[in-house]
């Protein structure tokens, strides 16, 4: 299936956020941001099993990490963020708000179009009888180059959705290494990521989401700031 | 070469033939008049045009543009002939993306990818192609595209230059009145633009 | 909005934004007039034009076509405007898709677009006039037009044949093959050259 045919299908992540906290009734802010992530990684779920394309999954995850971001802030008080991270939490709330403006401009746009114009002019140049006047300098070798061109930009064009693709195989080696790694006696979240980078943590947040949402495993957190803790599920006898 | 009264002619064959609005300057010198003459010139064309029954078209002026178009009473006519891009319902996302171009433009596409939050590069090419809107490279950064909508398409929504949107100003400084949001340069995976 | 569909100004409008040639059967079923009537319309615009002065065009017949067209007095116009409005060296953008018609040709518009990934019909207006390409009604789909690159610009490269130009196995091997692949299960909107 196409890219645009799927952006025709689903929402995209801002407005797919924009809906889930209209729903809710609620201001855009960071705690209904938390408090909507659930609902974001069903609807990135669905997408998921309705094999959108690579790209658009990608736009998804990009949100998502922000999300988890927000969502670990909120269960995790303690959790230390950088300056950049804190920046990612306001933009996505700022995003979001320019997002909601510019759905009440598009209705401008649409009701303009809507209207058939009163008036036609001619295309550029239209009646052609052609008067010869070439380049001078031009030669078979100048084509050639121009079309080396044109193949060389179509290739550059078409090669990013291949990046795209290994990120998210990536996301879902990190699911089964992490599974591998679990047993059923439960260990704590920070100790998973120990000496991991940022952008390792939110692979391993959204792999472990997908897992719990899978019922594979179980987290749980005693207390409101305690550390969570994550096992894998006993087997079903 | 004859000149007098065949000037008219000269410069509704002039307009006829280029069919995108010319500018007075570019008329004037084109038709090796002065540019006070060039002025008497598109006044006649103009009142012959409006006095003639039998004429189906008239001056229309944009600020300092001129172009032969036909007249609004044949509006019915046009409509039966326009294109088939603009015909088309547009899409939610074709809408989407088209209204952040007309509000912002010229404007990056990191940027549209920015407030849709979806990467951008796809429809981007799809309304090029389409004719809606025009890209050109950068002032600052020669290596950077910036798109706006194009002559076309602001002439299908009716309006004479792109100010004229309604509540122009207000989505036009949007991004600067949510301070908290930056546009980061490339927010989103980059998708290679094409450099020409 | 009142219809009035038996003027000479909705004839003359017609020709004016349609362009191309047309029979006498379309104009008569747009201007939704029987064919003798349209046949009088024809002929009071005829003389309209003629014995207007100051009027730069008139009505030219090919057989059963009728079309505007500039006043021969009027033919250093067309010359000129051309020299005026073409640099003589070409740009990036118009060489870029001179070599996809060149490599390509005969190739829909559609397809020149598609390759680029911009609408490239001022480009592909600019090469007919300056006499690069030429183009002709495809044998399948009668209402699109293909291009090619024109014999006189042919011989200007000093070709015999345009499979004489360099590597053309090659580029028209790659294009074909993207043009095959890509465009079947394309999602944009085809561009109708002529509304009919």
């Known amino acids: 299936m196409s890219y645009e045919l799927n952006l025709e299908q689903y929402q995209g992540p801002l407005q797919k956020l924009l809906e889930l906290i209209e729903e809710k009734k609620m201001e855009i802010m960071v705690v209904s941001l938390a408090e909507v992530t659930g609902g974001f990684f069903d609807y990135l779920k669905k997408l998921e099993k309705a094999g959108v394309s690579h790209s658009i999954l990608a736009d998804f995850l990009v949100v998502a990490s922000k999300l988890i971001l927000i969502k670990s802030k909120v269960l995790l008080p303690s959790l230390p963020l950088t300056d950049e991270e804190e920046l990612d939490i306001r933009g996505l709330e700022g995003r979001l708000k320019i997002y909601q403006e510019f759905k009440k401009a598009q209705l401008h746009v649409k009701e303009l179009w809507k209207v058939s114009p009163q008036m036609f002019s001619r295309e550029y140049l239209m009646t052609k009888e052609a008067t010869f006047y070439p380049p001078k300098s031009a030669t078979g070798e100048t084509l050639a180059k121009a079309a080396a061109g044109v193949v060389g930009k179509l290739e550059k064009f078409l090669k990013p959705i291949v990046k795209v693709k290994n990120e998210i195989i990536h996301l879902k080696q990190k699911i089964e290494e992490i599974f591998r790694r679990l047993t059923e006696i439960p260990i704590g979240f920070k100790k998973m990521h120990e000496g991991k980078g940022r952008s390792e943590l939110i692979v391993l947040f959204l792999a472990i989401l997908h897992l719990i949402r899978d019922q594979l495993i179980s987290a749980d957190q005693e207390a409101q700031f305690d550390e969570i803790t994550i096992a894998r599920k006993p087997k079903e006898a | ?196």
């Open chain 2, 1 to 196: 070469m004859e000149r007098n009264n065949n000037t008219v002619a000269a410069l509704e064959a002039l307009l006829f033939y280029y069919g995108e609005p010319l500018d007075a300057k570019k008329i004037a010198k084109f038709l090796d008049v002065s540019e006070g003459e060039c002025g008497i010139l598109i006044n006649e064309l103009d009142s012959k045009l409006n006095s003639d029954e039998k004429s189906g078209f008239m001056l229309v002026r944009h600020g300092d543009l001129f172009q032969l178009a036909t007249k609004p009473d044949l509006a019915w006519l046009g409509q039966k002939l326009v294109q088939e891009e603009f015909k088309e319902e547009l899409t939610p996302a074709t809408l989407e993306t088209l209204s952040i171009i007309a509000y912002l433009g010229p404007v990056a596409r990191s940027t549209v990818d920015y407030i849709r939050g979806v990467n951008s590069s796809f429809i981007l090419r799809a309304l090029l192609v389409r004719g809606l809107v025009t890209r050109h490279f950068q002032e600052a950064r020669k290596n950077m595209f910036e798109y706006k909508v194009s002559f076309n398409f602001l002439k299908h929504l009716g309006l004479g230059k792109i100010e004229e949107l309604p509540e122009f100003e207000k989505y036009k400084n949007i991004l600067t009145s949510f301070e908290a949001s930056q546009v980061p340069e490339n927010p989103l995976p980059e998708n290679q633009e094409n450099p020409v």
